[in-house]
């Protein structure tokens, strides 16, 4: 079945640790986007992706980073994480940036940082 | 700067009953898209309707239908004879031509049976 896939489904981790948030689409979309939901702010922007080999920054983007070394996989670091980003993370990917376009959705990874 | 605005952080009703779910939007773009989400407890985002922002005219598919006024700058969500399965965190979006997505925070619909 076509869609985004992301992994892991939850993780607990330590302050101060690496960590990579996996996120993969068949969908041949363009564009790529990382989201985080916290409750009583819905979904805010962390880092998004035109296209493969670019990518650009969102509403939140402190203390994550990403690549697009191609057009399926759109992985999110935390290098250092830190308590304050225990949420819950949504990849999405969307054919183009264009505006129209809506955005198809992971089923998140819920992490939390101890 | 772009804006979301839904107001009603839960709502419950009772099976049957009709329920609407409010959106107001800001922004200074002319074109710019809307959007509404549906987040069942299994946590997965369903995309539900765009509406662009030179179409007014109202849109009902099934028991759901949506009511977009320019005036007011509110595009809200009407579900009809509410069943359990509707409940749901509903999402509104605002996607202005050339940027990115903004999201308002969520209405948590609780339908009791």
């Known amino acids: 079945i076509a869609g985004i896939t992301q992994a892991p489904t939850s993780q607990i981790l330590a302050a101060g640790r690496r960590m990579t948030l996996r996120c993969t689409q068949d969908?041949?979309?363009?564009?790529m986007y990382w989201y985080r939901q916290d409750l009583g702010l819905g979904l805010r922007l962390i880092h998004y992706?035109?296209?493969?080999?670019?990518?650009g920054k969102g509403e939140v983007p402190d203390g994550y980073s990403v690549s697009r070394a191609n057009t399926d996989d759109f992985p999110l670091t935390l290098a250092s994480a830190v308590p304050s980003q225990t949420s819950v993370y949504f990849c999405?990917?969307?054919?183009?940036?264009?505006?129209?376009?809506?955005?198809?959705f992971g089923d998140g990874t819920r992490l939390s940082i101890l | 700067a772009q804006k979301v605005t839904q107001a009603q952080t839960e709502i419950s009703v009772v099976e049957k009953e009709d329920v609407t779910l409010d959106c107001v939007y800001e922004?200074?773009?002319?074109?710019?898209?809307l959007f509404w989400y549906k987040q069942p407890p299994s946590g997965e985002l369903v995309f539900l309707i765009r509406?662009?922002?030179?179409?007014?005219q109202n849109e009902i598919s099934g028991r759901y239908s949506w009511n977009f006024q320019k005036s007011t700058s509110s595009f809200n969500f009407t579900i009809t004879a509410s069943q359990v399965v509707d409940s749901a965190v509903y999402f509104c979006?605002?996607?202005?031509?050339?940027?990115?997505?903004?999201f308002g925070p969520g209405t948590r619909l609780s339908v009791l049976p």
């Open positions: 999405a990917s969307s054919v183009s940036t264009d505006s129209n376009q809506p955005q198809h």
């Open positions: 969908m041949r979309h363009n564009a």
């Open positions: 992706s035109n296209t493969a080999g670019t990518t």
């Open positions: 922004t200074r773009d002319t074109t710019y898209y």
């Open positions: 509406r662009n922002s030179f179409d007014e």
């Open positions: 979006a605002l996607c202005p031509r050339g940027q990115n997505f903004v």
